[in-house]
């Protein structure tokens, strides 16, 4: 069965929409949506399954898959991360919502969805209203991976329609929010004293330092 088709508007999705898509996603649905940066694909942090469902779709083994989170703010952050210092605080009020993927130490509430003990773990909290909205009425983190393009040139497709042909047999939903960029977030490790960045991507974070 073909995954459904969702059109939401950017700037103010449809609550009736995004109510029918968080309960998908809580009953194990696996959905692409888009971000402040590429579209990725995600599903609800506490479905076993359907994190099984996005490492297969990815074609990674459990434990080479860099667990990551969509948040809804800096407070669902704090609950899945070892206690944030006063400066990784600092920044991260200042840098998100936006294209950033802080790498933080895990605690004991991520659970062990993976079957393997994961200490760091990616947060995200994008600047979209969509998923914004999706992750606030789920109530939870969701795991995210980013969509990737097999043409080399062409990583990241940016098409929701053209994401929809591609993905359509494997995902539940795929939400059409407008055109995504083709670049993805910056990831900045903040789990040693200093910051590093890991992959330049969108965001300047020399902006917020």
């Known amino acids: 069965m073909a995954a459904e ?6 700037d103010n999705p449809e609550k009736r929409k995004v109510d029918e898509i968080v309960k998908n996603l809580k009953g194990g649905a696996v959905i692409i ?19 099984d469902r996005v490492t297969k779709i990815k074609g990674l083994r459990p434990k080479n898959f860099n667990l990551s989170f969509i948040c809804h703010d800096i407070s669902q952050i ?61 109530g939870n983190p969701m795991v995210t991976t980013s969509i ?19 993905y359509k047999n494997v995902v539940d939903i ?13 990831i900045i490790d903040c789990t040693s004293p200093e910051p590093e960045i890991i992959r330049e991507g969108l965001g300047n974070i020399d902006e917020y330092v």
């Open 5 to 10: 088709f969702v059109q939401l508007h950017p």
């Open 33 to 51: 949506y888009p971000t402040d940066t590429i579209y990725g694909i995600g599903c609800d942090l506490f479905h076993r399954n359907a994190v």
């Open 78 to 138: 704090s609950e899945h991360t070892k206690q944030i210092d006063t400066r990784t605080f600092k920044l991260l009020k200042k840098a998100l919502p936006g294209p950033f993927t802080f790498i933080l130490d895990s605690n004991r509430n991520v659970p062990k969805i993976l079957s393997v003990n994961k200490k760091t773990v990616g947060i995200r909290i994008p600047d979209n209203n969509i998923t914004q909205m999706i992750v606030s009425q789920l």
């Open 148 to 166: 990737k393009d097999d043409d080399e040139i062409l990583e990241y497709t940016t098409d929701p329609e053209i994401i929809y042909e591609e």
């Open 174 to 186: 795929v939400i059409d929010g407008g055109m995504g960029k083709n670049v993805p977030s910056t």
